[in-house]
Every structure is written in structure tokens, then in C-alpha cells.
């Protein structure tokens, strides 16, 4: 499973630094709703990683469908409550709770 990762040109800077592949530049919001759509059909993507303030720019629907995927798991970084929504999608995702 590999992870992906779409947003602005800045914030995939790190994660192609990191060695993460599948970077999706994301300027606007057309871009953003295209990546998204290949991601989900990517199979060998386990876990889709989204800047906060992207996700809330999605429409309701399409956030609401990456809310409740667990293929790929979505993962929203720096929204607070991060922690705790982090720790349901991998629970659900998994099956287990990691921090028990």
C-alpha cells in the first residue's frame, strides 16, 4: 500500500522530500476534486493524505464519502481534534484501536 498525498505545491514539498511518490499538485479547486477522483480509484493507495483547510473547500458529498473510507484511509493534517479522528479512521480502517 503506498500513501498520496494532494494540495498546494507547498505543502507536497515535504512529503516528495520524505520519498513519498504519488504527490498530486493541487492549485485550485477543479485540480483538487481530479486528484482526488484518481486517488480513489488507485487501488495501491492505502492512505490519502489532505491539508485541513482543502478538505472543508471539497463539496459535502465528496468529504463526506472520504470521511467514511477506509480504502484509502483519509487523513486531514491540522485540523484540530486531529488526534482523536485519526485514531476512529484507523480503528475502523484496522479493526483495532492502537492507543489500547
Known sequence: MEIAVIGSSDFI??????GIRKT?????????RSHIGRVLA?????????????MERI????????????SPTV???GAEGAGEALRERIKRAMGVDLWR
Not at 498530486?24 to 483538487?32: G, K, M, T, V
Not at 488507485?42 to 482543502?54: A, H, M, Q, W
Open 24 to 32: 498530486y499538485a493541487a492549485e485550485n479547486e477543479e485540480q483538487l
Open 59 to 70: 463539496p459535502r458529498r465528496l468529504r463526506e464519502t472520504l470521511e467514511k473510507s477506509t
Open 75 to 77: 487523513i486531514a493534517i
Open 42 to 54: 488507485d487501488r495501491d493507495v492505502g492512505i490519502l493524505v489532505l491539508k485541513d483547510s482543502d
Open 13 to 18: 514539498l515535504g512529503f516528495l522530500l520524505a
